[in-house]
């Protein structure tokens, strides 16, 4: 009626969007509703999957520069490069634009072809490629291995999507290869995903008939508890889960399902305390939206959802004083008041007698303050300084990398900076109006590794940066500190 007696022209499927999006934010933040091309986007997200070419971007000098080349993506497939160069696109030139314009023009429809002019880092020679956009998988998995010096193994996952039980066995194969007695999952900057799958992983570290979690709802439909099969490929490994504040949904149902068992140890920060299960629902139109359905509590009852507002006093129970030290008490109230949660967060008792905290997101075991870099550091990183001056070195540089550094192996025992390079480095941070002297000596050693570390990424690729990261990594530090206390967990 309104799009046939309106006085002007009318977008009814624009309006539409827009009042269904706000009637379902009406109801919790977590229900949402998605246009025809959100929803497409998100399946594909979902299930591990993206459309595109499969490049990320930062601008170097004036031009748009290959930063990250997904694998299995159509990039990778015609040769592309981190340190590449996409001068011209569709014959547009490219130079001067900014990345997220150029990043625009890089997007399009499945199936869908580009002209660009790419050149090649770090030869310089000017190649043109016709490309079609695709789907192409995006893993979960963003790095595995075994820490050099010692005897932890390391996954690190990113989100936990459809397909993430199955990159996960994929990355234990790998490590079998080597000799390992610990384990360290790293479920920082996890935002989550889906439960079942979340479970799954759960499922490798725990005995069987152990709970990983439970959903709680209104009707039985989404009532359900999840139980170990037993069946999981690391039951007997001594275990530390790093979390922090990004930390969210199936990364919590993880780490809750590790501390409540006493299966292994949390070390970092409280984790982000989403607790909700939504299902979706899709439209005739190809539109759809999730509506929050359950929540999950932890195998001790623990609800991780945080629900704080502005003018609600926050304080721990007092009766936690009688299980735990005070510096351990004060660690918590401070990070209480900092991150939220609710007020009078109840304390549990594990089945060892341990105590851990419910009412607002994972709080570990073990504090790690996330960031002590100085502001230099955090700038540096932010505009992509460190990143851009790598790739510069291994252009001036190139022969010798060529020569010298065949292998990863063999750059990381043998490559070190020069006075002259960091003199270099320097002149290169002033020219783009950063640096700070003092903030510098702070950061030296960090500045190092991670520049070594980004270096190895342009060479070699994400699990090779992590590789050298670890070294100068806090959390990594601390937990592999306390190993022995969490095999004493599973004895």
């Known amino acids: 009626m309104a799009e046939k007696y309106h006085f002007d022209s009318l977008d009814i499927v624009a309006a539409c969007d827009k009042a269904f999006s706000h009637l379902l934010k009406e109801f919790d933040p977590q229900s949402e509703y998605y246009s025809k091309a959100m929803s497409s986007y998100l399946r594909d997200r979902y299930a591990g999957v993206l459309v595109g070419i499969g490049v990320d971007l930062i601008v170097v000098g004036d031009t748009a520069t290959i930063a990250n080349v997904a694998e299995g993506s159509p990039a990778e497939g015609i040769g592309l490069r981190i340190g590449d160069k996409i001068t011209a696109i569709d014959l547009i030139s490219t130079v001067g634009m900014k990345r997220e314009e150029v990043l625009a023009m890089l997007q399009g429809d499945e199936g869908t072809k580009i002209d660009i002019e790419i050149r ?21 998995i963003g790095a595995s291995f075994v820490i050099a010096g010692t005897r932890v193994a390391y996954i690190l996952m990113n989100r936990v999507s459809e397909k993430t039980p199955a990159e996960f066995e994929e990355a234990l194969s790998e490590l079998k290869k080597n000799d390992y007695d610990y384990f360290l999952l790293d479920l ?24 990983i979690c439970r959903t709680q709802s209104k009707t039985p439909e989404f009532d359900s508890v999840f139980v170990a099969s037993g069946k999981g490929l690391l039951k007997d490994l001594p ?71 502005s003018a609600e006093k926050v304080e721990l129970d007092q009766s936690a004083r009688l299980h735990m030290d005070n510096e351990q008490f004060s660690q918590i109230s401070e990070m209480i008041q900092k ?43 932010a505009k992509a300084i460190m990143m851009t001056w790598s790739i510069y070195f291994i252009e001036k540089h ?86 022995k206390e969490a095999n004493e967990l599973i004895k």
């Not at 880092?121 to 190649?127: A, C, G, H, Q, S």
């Not at 070699?460 to 806090?474: A, F, L």
Request: aromatic share 12%.
């Open 120 to 140: 090649k880092f770090p030869t310089r020679t000017v190649e043109k490629h016709s490309i079609s956009r695709l789907k192409y998988d995006s893993p979960s």
């Open 188 to 211: 920082r900057n996890n935002p989550g995903g889906f439960l079942g799958q979340s479970a799954q992983i759960a499922e490798h570290f725990l005995k069987a008939d152990q709970v």
């Open 239 to 309: 275990l530390v889960i790093l979390m922090d504040t990004n930390s969210a949904s199936g990364a919590e149902i993880i780490a809750g399902a590790i501390q409540d068992n006493d299966r292994g140890l949390v070390v970092g920060m409280s984790s982000y305390g989403k607790a909700s299960a939504q299902k979706f629902y899709n439209m005739a139109d190809s539109s759809s939206f999730r509506l929050t359905v359950a929540h999950y509590l932890t195998p001790l009852g623990r609800t991780l959802q945080k629900n704080l507002t």
């Open 398 to 483: 190139y022969e010798k990398f060529e020569n010298e550094y065949k292998t990863f192996e063999l750059f990381d025992k043998t490559f070190n900076f020069t006075n002259d390079d960091m003199v270099h480095f320097a002149n290169f941070c002033i020219s783009n109006n950063i640096w700070n002297a003092e903030m510098f000596k702070i950061d030296r050693n960090y500045i190092l590794f991670h520049l070594k570390a980004l270096i190895a990424y342009v060479k070699w690729g994400s699990n090779e940066y992590n590789k050298v990261m670890v070294r100068t990594d806090p959390f990594v530090k601390k937990s592999i500190g306390i190993m």
């Open 339 to 381: 991150h939220g949660g609710k007020t009078n967060l109840p304390i549990f008792k594990t089945p060892k007698g341990r105590t851990v905290i419910g009412g607002g997101g994972i709080i570990p075991d073990y504090f790690v303050n996330y960031d002590t870099t100085t502001m230099l550091t955090r700038v540096l990183r």
